[in-house]
């Protein structure tokens, strides 16, 4: 039963929960302070009523009042996140408490507003956030903060501790967008030249592999040689490899259920994948028990998984002393799908060939992309169907005008010009 008691102008009710184990009694608060106008019937009647609501709270185990936004973050992490999300996601998840935590964490989240999560995503615009570039935080990255407070607190809702996600009512600052490069086709080709003359054939076979099938570095790095039909050029991507400073390097399951698929990359791929596993297996006779056999393609020096940062401190090195622009690892990707969205595939398909979870994902990503190609779709249309106006033929250049003084043999066996001679002909 909830007893009350009058301070001033204003009422606290108290709940009892029970005791905890060392038998310390669990008591719950709450402050109820009656609007100016109200008659002391009104008051008695709304103070039953919200002594009821909050016994009822009080039922569910933990009430919303007694509980801050940090507790709950904790809690969320303890009770959800560790056991369902990936070690990677978990990892970038506290990443962001820190902020957070600052920022919201000591509020009650029955008092946590749209107002002060709103304020909090807008100082993620500010000048000098970043701590490594000086720079406002990208729009990505705020996205990434409202969504986890927003995870929190949809946790929160199913724990019956809220009833409102405030979150929905947040709008994060457009900002700046980090621009995506994409190599042109004179810089691909440049770039599979200088493979070709000062690569070594591991990463001449990691970079060619990596533009021809748009997988993600992960994925690259998860590779082993049985997923891989040398004879037909499918490859079987059904594993990943990851890092985490806690694990170190690991294997895991690909981003999504969507990521485990099959892709077929052209046979002059196959060649060089070939040629790369004719190095590796005389590295591996000259190694003898230094090696570790894991399988995997790409690998360290003695055979274990290759650490992820290696490909992209190598590239970045190789377009350095080559005088080659140097976008990063993901530009790949992006490279091979701006060559599937131009060859005219579906969106289905490319996202299909991505690993993408939902084609949205593949539309919001490389929208751009399909706008130019929806324009060149409408030209092609109005191309094919303009019956009454036809392009006007380009002019010939007129024949030369062959007579009886002019023609001579070489004339009629190259022109297969008939001319008629006295004496010759018909």
């Known amino acids: 039963m909830a007893s009350i008691e009058k301070r001033g102008n204003s009422y606290r009710i108290k709940v009892s929960?029970?005791?905890k184990v060392d038998g310390t009694q669990v008591v719950h608060r709450m402050t109820w302070t009656p609007e100016p106008d109200m008659t002391p019937k009104q008051i008695e009647k709304e103070l039953q009523r919200q002594a009821i609501l909050f016994e009822e709270e009080c039922s569910h185990g933990q009430v919303a009042s007694a509980v801050?936004?940090?507790?709950?973050?904790e809690e969320w992490f303890e009770q959800y996140a560790?056991?369902?999300?990936?070690?990677?996601?978990?990892?970038?998840?506290?990443?962001?408490?820190?902020?957070?935590?600052?920022a919201i964490g000591h509020i009650r989240i029955d008092k946590l507003t749209a107002r002060d999560i709103q304020k909090f995503i807008n100082s993620l615009a500010g000048e000098g956030v970043n701590e490594h570039t000086g720079k406002p935080l990208s729009h990505k990255t705020m996205i990434h903060y409202l969504s986890f407070i927003s995870t929190v607190l949809d946790y929160?809702?199913?724990?019956?501790?809220?009833?409102?996600?405030?979150?929905?009512r947040v709008t994060v600052p457009k900002g700046s967008k980090k621009k995506r490069h994409i190599l042109t086709m004179e810089e691909t080709q440049h770039f599979f030249t200088l493979l070709d003359e000062h690569a070594t054939i591991k990463w001449k076979a990691f970079f060619t592999l990596i533009i021809y099938s748009g997988m993600r570095r992960g994925e690259m790095l998860g590779l082993e040689w049985h997923d891989i039909d040398l004879q037909t050029g499918v490859i079987h991507i059904e594993r990943t490899s990851n890092?985490?400073?806690?694990?170190?390097?690991?294997?895991?399951?690909?981003?999504?259920e969507s990521s485990v698929r099959f892709i077929k990359v052209p046979m002059n791929v196959i060649d060089v994948l070939k040629e790369y596993r004719e190095w590796q297996d005389s590295e591996i006779r000259r190694l003898?028990?230094?090696?570790?056999?894991?399988?995997?393609?790409?690998t360290k020096w003695d055979g274990r998984p290759m650490n992820l940062q290696t490909p992209y401190g190598w590239l970045k090195e190789f377009c350095e002393e080559h005088s080659f622009p140097f976008y990063g690892i993901h530009q790949f990707r992006h490279l091979h799908t701006s060559l599937l969205i131009g060859a005219g595939i579906d969106p289905t398909t490319v996202s299909g060939v991505?690993?993408?979870a939902q084609v949205?994902?593949?539309?919001n990503l490389y929208s751009h992309m399909f706008r130019e190609n929806q324009v060149k779709a409408c030209d092609a249309v109005a191309k094919a169907l303009s019956f009454n106006n036809p392009e006007p033929t380009p002019p010939k250049d007129p024949e030369p005008t062959v007579t009886a003084d002019n023609c001579n043999e070489s004339d009629i066996n190259r022109a297969n010009i008939i001319c008629i001679k006295t004496g010759y002909g018909a």
């Open 288 to 298: 003898g028990s230094k090696w570790n056999e894991t399988d995997r393609l790409f």
């Open 360 to 363: 949205s994902t593949t539309l």
């Open 156 to 168: 929160g809702i199913k724990m019956d501790m809220l009833s409102d996600n405030p979150c929905r």
């Open 354 to 356: 991505l690993g993408h």
């Open 243 to 256: 890092y985490t400073k806690a694990r170190g390097i690991y294997t895991d399951t690909p981003k999504t």
């Open 82 to 102: 560790k056991l369902n999300l990936k070690s990677t996601t978990y990892t970038r998840q506290r990443q962001l408490t820190k902020r957070v935590y600052k």
């Open 17 to 19: 929960c029970g005791y």
């Open 68 to 73: 801050k936004f940090e507790v709950l973050s």
